[in-house]
T-cell receptor, first 113, second 113 residues
Framework: GAGVSQSPSNKVTEKGKDVELRCDPI?????LYWYRQSLGQGLEFLIY????????KSGLPSDRFSAERTGGSVSTLTIQRTQQEDSAVYLC???????????FGPGTRLTVT | KQEVTQIPAALSVPEGENLVLNCSFT??????LQWFRQDPGKGLTSLLL?????REQTSGRLNASLDKSSGRSTLYIAASQPGDSATYLC????????????FGTGTRLLVSP
């Protein structure tokens, strides 16, 4: 069966531009998570969705970061006015529900120049 | 605040050796602990998940143990192979706000033929 997919796999953008990262979870998984992996910070939690609502947004680093999920499926992470410190790999994971095992996608490598 | 530490940060062994990777966490109030492997440029692959009520889990040549009261987990890899070369991450799911995983910084393993 299909796993978690993310697009694009790589994104290079100029400082100040907006970017959208997409995550397609495993079919039937109601919980969806975004994490960020950067050299200096390791792997950090960003936001958690249960269905279309986000009960935990505590990891979003600033108000330039937002995310939504529609139809209980696809999620989009948007970063506005990108900064160089936003450069990282953004990983998405899904699970049947919380707190079941999370399955990760391949990630999107974001480079802000 | 939960903190997860992995020792060693890097490990290089010849093929065939048995090895142990260590993970420690500061708050024993966890729901479960998960071990992942990450290949360069790839996402995370779940290896083993141990519930807080369990002491160990086994899958093939891998065995993970959990001592919740002392805040420790070990991942034992038997008869290591070059294909085991990867970064190994442990992650705990706290009992409170238990949706998100808190990750260690990883152990980078190289198995030489």
């Amino acid at each position: 069966g299909a796993g978690v997919s993310q697009s694009p796999s790589n994104k290079v953008t100029e400082k100040g531009k907006d970017v959208e990262l997409r995550c397609d979870p495993i079919s039937g998984h109601t919980a969806l998570y975004w994490y960020r992996q950067s050299l200096g910070q390791g792997l950090e939690f960003l936001i958690y969705f249960q269905g279309n609502s986000a009960p935990d947004k505590s990891g979003l680093p600033s108000d330039r970061f937002s995310a939504e999920r529609t139809g209980g499926s696809v999620s989009t992470l948007t970063i506005q006015r990108t900064q160089q410190e936003d450069s990282a790999v953004y990983l998405c994971a899904s699970s049947l529900s919380s707190p079941y095992e999370q399955y990760f996608g391949p990630g999107t490598r974001l480079t802000v120049t | 605040k939960q903190e997860v530490t992995q020792i060693p940060a890097a490990l290089s062994v010849p093929e065939g050796e048995n090895l142990v990777l260590n993970c420690s966490f500061t708050d024993s109030a966890i729901y479960n602990l998960q071990w992942f492997r990450q290949d360069p440029g790839k996402g995370l692959t779940s290896l083993l998940l141990i519930q807080s009520s369990q002491r160990e889990q086994t899958s093939g040549r891998l065995n993970a143990s959990l001592d919740k009261s002392s805040g420790r987990s070990t991942l034992y890899i038997a008869a290591s192979q070059p294909g085991d070369s990867a970064t190994y991450l442990c992650a705990v799911r706290p009992n409170t706000g238990f949706q998100k995983l808190v990750f260690g910084t990883g152990t980078r393993l190289l198995v030489s033929p």
